[in-house]
């Protein structure tokens, strides 16, 4: 998943666990959920590249028993973190292990933080 961010917004990501092997997919609340938040060309660059210190952040209290779970990234997260740029690329991974946490599972969201700003209201 790839989303645009004009910087100065927040963002709420949404997602839903669900177990595919079982017809029909059945959503559930798994053991552990958790996301971090890396700035992508700090990482490539071979530089310290969490955001704010999101790492390994739980969201497991946003997850209900359908599997369905919210995690809002703030304004500060949506920041550039280089005023030099025109933009950049953060990458959130979520991750969760279910039973008991000998299985896990992973989705990745590709997000690009963009100079243009927030309207003043």
């Known amino acids: 998943m790839e989303i645009k961010v004009p910087m100065g917004y927040s963002l709420r990501v949404r997602g839903q666990i669900v177990d595919r092997t079982v017809t029909p997919a059945t959503g559930f609340k798994p053991t552990t959920l958790k996301w971090s938040l890396w700035d992508k060309d700090k990482q490539e660059a071979g530089v310290a590249s969490i955001i704010n210190s999101r790492k390994d952040v739980s969201a497991l209290a946003t997850c209900d028993v359908s599997g369905n779970w919210t995690i809002d ?18 990458i959130m991974l979520v991750f969760w292990t279910y039973n008991t946490t000998s299985d896990y599972g ?7 933080v963009t100079r243009t700003t927030v309207p003043a209201t």
């Open 73 to 90: 990234l703030t304004t500060t997260d949506m920041a550039l973190q280089d005023a030099n740029k025109q933009s950049e690329t953060r």
């Open 106 to 112: 992973e989705e990745t969201v590709r997000m690009t």
